[in-house]
């Protein structure tokens, strides 16, 4: 059992910047990856990064390439999602994900509760 917990939403002004941090605490049967994924009012959860556990593949949603980087510690249990140049657009509730990456796509075992991020004009 894994518990995430996202931190590091908050209200910003277009081209500004924000940095996502989630924490796992608790067991794993076995290695995880970890994502994030977002919805917007009206919108479908959609996935918009994610990282394996041996850090050595990345996805990134076409929405976001060239302003956000997932990363996560060295120890597994730290994930970040850094997004610069922040646009409208990206305004969503942010869901910390932990489970298996396939390509394009997450089985997700386990949510986090969601931070939200709102940019304005």
């Given amino acids: 059992q894994l518990q995430l917990v996202e931190s590091g939403g ?3 002004q277009a081209g500004a910047s924000l940095r996502l941090s989630c924490a796992a605490s608790g067991r ?3 290695n995880f990856a970890m994502g ?3 919805q917007a009012p ?4 959609e996935l918009v990064a994610a990282i394996n556990w041996s850090r050595d593949y990345t996805y ?3 929405s976001v390439k060239g302003r ?3 990363s996560r510690d060295s120890g597994k249990r730290q994930a970040y999602l850094q997004m610069n140049n922040l ?3 990206d305004t969503a509730v942010y869901y910390c ?3 298996k990456i396939l390509a394009s796509e997450m089985n997700v075992q386990y949510w986090g509760r969601g931070t939200q991020v709102t940019v304005s004009a």
């Fill in 36 to 38: 994030w994924f977002r």
């Fill in 87 to 89: 646009e409208p657009t």
């Fill in 42 to 45: 009206g919108k479908e959860r």
């Fill in 97 to 99: 994900a932990a489970g």
């Fill in 10 to 12: 908050g209200l910003v």
């Fill in 60 to 62: 990134y949603q076409d």
């Fill in 68 to 70: 956000f980087t997932v």
């Fill in 28 to 30: 794993a049967n076995s």
